[in-house]
């Protein structure tokens, strides 16, 4: 059954929105990935989502943290411990710790998810937005122990890096093209002809 989005006016139609955005069949991929990573790992904290994918059963399922920080414990190689206390600060801290544990390989924060967008399950469609961001960026890790996640591989961000000559080299030009131009725009070359042809009319 879906769930109706909580809050008034202006929240619940943002809220809306998201949820708009949600797709349980990402979803599904996405924390099935998770599971069979954990399983290799530390197998005791694999979900069981019953099947159920949609944004309030998967929230439900995710927002201890568990199965986020025991998969990026495998995936780091580097083991932090796991909360099992179901407290409040207790859940956040593994948030955090998976989220840690993204930047460290290599994801973006602006890929990632705010941890209490999943604690209070405002923003569902980030959190499997930055799961996917994390299971994508472990393919080029081609660790064997890992299984193979199916998506994109992440494109390498194109850094150009130039030396302070080219840099100066640069301006130059720039100032060039200003003299020859006289700082002329595209607005004052259209007026200056359009008076040359009324001149011509009369």
Known sequence: MASRPKG???TRE?????R???DADIAEKVCSWFNDVCRKGESQFVVDFGGDYSWDNTQAKLKDGKLLLATANKVSGKTTKIQTMNTPFKLMENINNFL???????VLDS???QTVSLVDGKDMTGVINGMDAFARKTIKLGKPDIPKYDGPIEAEA???EFTEEQLKSGQNVIGLQMGTNKGATASGVSFGASR???DMGH
């Open 14 to 18: 943002l809220e809306h929105k998201t």
């Open 111 to 113: 890929d990632l998810f």
């Open 196 to 198: 040359k042809i009324m």
């Open 8 to 10: 008034h006016g202006l």
């Open 158 to 160: 194109n850094r150009r």
């Open 20 to 22: 708009g955005k949600y």
């Open 100 to 106: 840690e544990k993204a930047k460290g390989i290599g």
